[in-house]
């Protein structure tokens, strides 16, 4: 099936269905079809957020079957969140998406291999290292070009190949095993009297793909007078698997992580993660189990701690640690998960602004952000949509004349790390706070 090609007649009935007078809150106006990337690349309807909605109601009225169209529609949904910003009723559009998902799953399962790696792979950081290592074995001894070399001719399989390994992160040495369950704040007295206290919640995809970024975020967190606390055995904040209707396993490991961090709650001042995904699904917890009396005051007690990086850095940062970095002219790329979802877009750009030495270009269309195509595995399901996002993206990078371009989740830098093979561009990417780090010597 391609992206403008929906298979009509193939029939099936979804049972738990999103909230009827939520889809009815839409009063059709048409404002969150300018912001939305799919709308954007398309012009159907289909693929803006009203056409989803409209879609999910018809399904509720009953005229209209879930069949393999309304599928692919739901699927093509970036989950970015751009259309919740801009809605005048406030409706609640991505959420209602992703149920909408819930519903096609009963009767109708994603793919057995996505569910297999989301089930078995993808479920915390130290499960993640399961593939990283083979992976650095196959990338130190470039078999992954030689894959390509051999069956890159493959009609079918060849195309899917070049671009997995075209797109694939350097694998590094995970982080995990190296964190210590208390790392000391430095700095003390020097700048605070006493140090802030704070737990590091490690994503799964920081730890295997880019661990030296959370060294940095540890390292900053420190030098900024941070005590940082790791409780062992995290597992995944579990948004690739809400993203892909595993709507119980989600709340599993959404329920794991509070009862891990549970004994913390009460002596730091905040849960501080270096991935903006992490950060978003980990707020999002309260409103996961908001009707589930035994787990929503905790869930609630949780996520009113967690602070994406950004933000915490930006509230505690010490005066006195004045970072300074070579002249370079950069940019910064607005994650969907921080901006749209979070509605943090000031504080990274407060925190950059405290860089001596970098000159600050703006991106186009920094609100609502549009999507760089990454999207957790959207990449990897829907990859014609997604390159023609990226390639948009790295046309604005051109425009703006960045040397730098600096961004805050592991998706949003592999996927501009990918443009930036794609493009030849003569940029360098990184996470802000290895831009931090980079900057404190
Ligand atoms: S979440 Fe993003 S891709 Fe999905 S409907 Fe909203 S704006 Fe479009
Ligand atoms: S902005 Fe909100 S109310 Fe307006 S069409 Fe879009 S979903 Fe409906």
């Known amino acids: 099936m391609t992206i403008y090609d929906s298979t009509p007649g193939q029939q099936v009935f979804g049972l738990t269905l999103p909230n009827y007078d939520e889809l009815m809150g839409c009063i059709r106006c048409g404002r969150c079809l300018p912001v939305c990337p799919t709308y954007q690349e398309t012009q159907l ?16 009225d009953g005229t ?69 290592g083979p992976l650095r074995f196959v990338q130190a001894f470039r078999l992954d070009k030689l894959g390509v070399a051999l069956l890159g001719w493959l009609p079918g399989v060849g195309p899917k190949l070049r671009q997995l390994v075209e797109f694939a992160p350097k694998m590094g040495k995970p982080i995990r095993g190296e964190l210590a369950a208390v790392t000391p704040a430095q700095n003390v007295g020097r700048f605070a009297k006493s140090p802030h206290r704070v737990a590091f919640f490690l994503g799964c995809m920081m730890n295997v793909a880019m661990p030296d970024v959370s060294r940095a975020t540890v390292r900053v967190l420190t030098r900024a007078g941070c005590e940082v606390v790791t409780p062992a055995g995290q597992s995944c904040c579990g948004t690739p698997h809400d993203d892909q209707a595993m709507h119980a396993l989600s709340r599993e490991l959404a329920q794991r992580n509070i009862a891990l961090f549970e004994p913390f709650l009460a002596d730091v001042e905040a849960i501080v993660t270096d991935c ?81 030495g970098l000159e600050m270009r703006p991106l186009p269309d920094s609100h609502p952000i549009r999507c760089c195509g990454s999207a957790g595995i959207y990449n990897l399901t829907h990859t014609p949509m997604a390159l023609d996002l990226l390639d948009r993206k790295m046309a604005d990078v051109a425009g703006s004349g960045a040397e730098l371009v600096v961004s805050a989740n592991p998706g949003c830098l592999m996927q501009l790390e990918w443009g930036r093979r794609r493009s030849g561009q003569k940029i360098v990417v990184k996470h802000l706070v290895q831009v931090l780090d980079e900057s404190l010597g």
């Not at 751009?82 to 009723?89: D, G, S």
């Not at 990086?309 to 790329?333: C, F, G, M, N, S």
Request: net charge neutral; charged share 25%.
């Open 276 to 356: 903006a995904g992490c950060s978003a699904a980990l707020k999002e917890y309260a409103e996961w189990f908001h009707d589930d009396p035994a787990w929503a005051p905790r869930a609630q007690a949780f996520s009113a701690k967690v602070q994406d990086v950004t933000e915490w850095l930006d509230a505690i940062w010490p005066e006195e640690l004045q970072p300074k970095h070579a002249r370079v002219r950069a940019t910064y790329h607005d994650p969907c998960h921080l901006a749209n979802l979070q509605n943090v877009r000031a504080q990274p750009r407060r925190l950059l602004g405290r860089i001596e």
């Open 45 to 60: 309807e289909t693929f803006s957020p009203r056409g989803r909605l409209s879609l999910l109601r018809a399904v509720e």
């Open 64 to 132: 209209l079957d879930i069949t393999r169209g309304v599928e692919a529609y739901l699927y093509h949904c970036l989950d970015c969140r751009a259309c919740n910003t801009v809605c005048p009723p406030g409706v609640r559009i991505g959420e209602l998406i992703v149920a909408g998902r819930v519903a096609v799953e009963e009767k109708h399962p994603r793919s057995p291999i996505i569910k297999f790696m989301l089930r078995h792979v993808l479920t915390g950081a130290e499960r993640a290292e399961i593939i990283s």
